[in-house]
């Protein structure tokens, strides 16, 4: 479940003179609740890697998606056969998944504290040298035209369905070179909604994304920067702003980075060779 109703005190402001009008109504809210992800070997053992809080749906995209940009998996034959990927815990179905793997899972991972978002004040030379061992540099092209890139953003607008009732979630989109979309995903947390699309692509054995553009309906953090980077995408196109530890990031490991894109313009902060203008 995406979305729920509470009731709200709506509150509509008359003319200056006049007294504010209030009604109570039921107003369409996004759904956040916890996710524990665990890994599980082939002897079944599970191990706890993290609790994320997410918007229900899509969720064995987004434990897949998060074990890759966390460079605890590789690629689609690293995972269990074909409908044993994911499991859910009995006791608690909506709030366990385990990610069953096709090979022994080496616990010693899990002993790093997985480098964390801005809002943990993490040391940026830390962050940046161990996606530089992650994720591979990567290659020249594809190249994108400029009107192009203009359409994403009313494209993937339009696969927001739940945004469209609520206002209170994060989406990521992966288009192709000519702007079809492929892929669209939303969420509470703006790197929810990434992983989600970049689990869907491990799933469908379609990493790295070295023809892919993906879009995100907010601004440009570190932590989206590095998804993108170790899913192999060269470009990535956000609405808002990029952090400065993003674009460090971006010209480090050779992603093409675009930031405001909206309104019929943007920003191109690395790597503008990409884009056709």
């Known amino acids: 479940m995406s979305k729920t109703r509470v009731e709200v005190l709506r509150v509509l402001l008359p003319a200056p003179a006049g007294?504010?009008?209030?009604?109570?109504?039921?107003?369409?809210?996004?759904?956040?609740?916890?996710?524990?992800?665990?890994?599980?070997g082939p002897d079944g053992a599970a191990s706890r890697v993290a609790v994320t809080m997410r918007t229900p749906g899509h969720d064995d995209e987004l434990a897949v998606g998060f074990l890759?940009?966390?460079?605890?998996?590789?690629?689609?034959d690293d995972l269990a056969a074909e409908g044993e990927v994911t499991q859910r815990a009995a006791a608690?179905?909506?709030?366990?998944?385990?990610?069953?793997?096709?090979?022994?899972?080496?616990?010693?991972?899990?002993?790093?504290?997985?480098?964390?978002?801005?809002?943990?004040?993490?040391?940026?030379?830390?962050a940046l040298d161990f996606i530089e061992v992650a994720a591979a540099p990567l290659a020249p092209g594809p190249v994108v035209a400029a009107a192009t890139l203009l359409g994403?953003?009313?494209?993937?607008r339009l696969a927001q369905a739940t945004f469209a009732?609520?206002?209170?979630?994060?989406?990521?989109?992966?288009?192709?070179?000519?702007?079809?979309?492929?892929c669209a995903r939303e969420d509470v947390g703006r790197h929810n909604a990434m992983d989600k699309v970049i689990g869907r692509a491990l799933l469908d054995d379609a990493l790295p994304l070295a023809t892919s553009v993906l879009v995100v309906s907010g601004r440009a953090s570190f932590e989206l920067v590095q998804k993108?980077?170790?899913?192999?995408?060269?470009?990535?196109?956000?609405?808002?702003?990029?952090?400065?530890?993003?674009?460090?990031?971006a010209e480090r490991v050779g992603l093409t980075l675009v930031g405001f894109l909206r309104d019929g313009r943007f920003n191109i902060y690395s790597h503008p060779a990409r884009i056709a203008l």
């Open 19 to 40: 007294q504010p009008e209030q009604e109570r109504v039921l107003d369409a809210v996004a759904v956040e609740e916890p996710l524990e992800i665990r890994v599980a």
């Open 152 to 156: 994403l953003p009313a494209a993937l």
């Open 68 to 76: 890759r940009g966390e460079g605890l998996i590789e690629a689609r």
């Open 228 to 249: 993108a980077a170790v899913a192999g995408a060269p470009i990535l196109c956000a609405v808002s702003a990029p952090s400065s530890l993003a674009v460090r990031l």
């Open 92 to 126: 608690d179905p909506d709030q366990v998944v385990t990610v069953r793997l096709a090979r022994r899972f080496d616990t010693s991972l899990l002993q790093r504290n997985f480098y964390a978002t801005s809002s943990c004040g993490v040391c940026g030379k830390a």
């Open 165 to 182: 009732s609520t206002g209170g979630l994060h989406a990521t989109g992966r288009f192709d070179v000519d702007g079809d979309l492929l």
